[in-house]
């Protein structure tokens, strides 16, 4: 149990998805611009306690844009790792390992606001147009995954 704990403190944990739509034949992913960060990227959030990554994942949207109504696609789950300084009361002040689980998820509604105004605005871009807002490497990755999964028809299946 010590060795758990131990790492719970070196570690914070988020889930988000890569949001997308299809109109006129063209794949659009929505970026949200964060206050905090001042950076573009996805709608995530930490993991909290008894909650299952979707059901982080589908709270943080809803929190971030006001989209409720989401297909996940099946099949699709990609992780990000890498090291920030901690921002919860466990990890504050400390570089620790961030791992942000996302999920790929269709949608036909727009970004209603959020709701603690974190984020300040967001745009539908086709996927070569999003690479352009990520500051991340490795970031753009993952998207280039989502992309060709969606791409690739693979986004049939979908999970409510």
Known sequence: MLHQKSKMENQEISAGAFIYKIIENKILFLLVYSKRNSEWGFPKGHVEPGETETETAKREIKE??????????????????????????????RIIDKKVIYYLARTNEDFKGSVDDE??????????????YLKYEN???LLKQAYLFVKEGKNESCVK
């Open 64 to 93: 971030e844009t006001g989209i409720s109504e989401l297909n996940f696609v099946k099949d699709f789950r990609c992780v990000d790792t890498y090291k920030i300084k901690g921002t919860l009361s466990t990890t504050k002040n």
């Open 119 to 132: 984020i300040e605005q967001s745009k539908w871009l086709q996927y070569s147009e999003a690479t352009e």
């Open 139 to 141: 970031q753009k990755k």
